[in-house]
């Protein structure tokens, strides 16, 4: 069957229908530069609202392994490729991507020229588009419904419904989490039997100490991290009261990424206030980095076309190091409008400049716009988990 994309300038792709069997679905197109991890991206919940090309040009070769899901489902509205494997070769995988797109009723279009419509988004930048099976589609009415789309106050839609416990690494909840690699961690490194590499993991360092998630669009690899370290992970809905929180008495508090506008979340802003201004230890990833700055009193503003991808060298301005890392995010914080007494720049990235991080001053709180905890890779910056469990111990 035919499927056509439709962005909001008026270029029409032409290809095949991949996916759900409906006819339409309109939303904002964006690009990922990863060569493997097409299932972390499918169901990271920072994708809610969007439509992702995958500009490596061979996708669903491995298949579907549902044990490495960063969520209980994707959320993409539509996924963009330039040829989709509907044969796989993998021991572990459960079944096609072509099956789980159509279980999960994404609608998809395969065969068009995907380096052309990343060199549209990076050129022109990120757009709204159509996908749609319709042969006889207008043109001159889908572009007003394009041009006036918006993703919306997406938090709400795929934060978790109420607070839960991270029971066990192995924990397969009905909330989703940990539903991805945690259950191949072995039992005699669950116990803290068996030593890793130091540069992975400190072994079960942060043992006994209680950490609140809040839940803005967890990747389920956020939790794991914090609990192969030994923490009590409690996971809670993003529009929890802060008085909630901090009545848990918890050793320290993370904010997850999400998806969407950070300015959107006018109330979730006001209560992370209030958690800045306790003395608990806070550690930030993406969505959740950007709602800090905004509750201290910073900007942020939407990029041309954003950060996604597992290839985003980021610099440690304490260390002059440099990472890879792996990115999801159209908006970042605005340097510009930085308080230096609230707070100062941690990382930046090394392409463009923008900033990746922020260290407050006078704060137990350290915040990423990256992904620390990146699966299937890469894993450099895995180590902040470690900083922040130090910083737990030392205010203990």
Known sequence: MKAFLILEDG???????????????????VFNTSMAGYLEVLTDPSYAGQAVCMTYPLIGNYGICTDDMESKKPWPDGFIVRELSRNFSNFRADFSIQQFLEQNNVLGIAGIDTRALTKILREKGTMNGMITTDEQYKKDEILPRLKAYTTGKVVEKVTCKEKYEIQGVRDLS??????????????????GKREKKPSLVKKLNGAGKKVALLDFGMKDNIAYSLKIRGCDVTVYPATTPATEIIAANPNGIMLSNGPGDPKECTSIIAEIKKLYDTNIPIFAICLGHQLMALATGADTYKMKYGHRGGNHPVKDLATGRVYISSQNHGYVVDMDKLDSKVATPAFVNVNDGTNEGLSYTGKNIFTVQFHPEACCGPQDSGYLFDRFIDMMEVTR
């Not at 009905?174 to 490194?189: I, M, Q, R, T």
């Open 11 to 29: 270029t029409v792709f032409e290809g095949t229908h991949i996916g759900a069997h409906k006819k339409e679905v309109i939303s904002e197109i």
């Open 174 to 191: 009905e909330n989703g989490a940990l539903s991805g690699s945690a259950k191949f961690v072995p039992e005699d490194y669950k116990a």
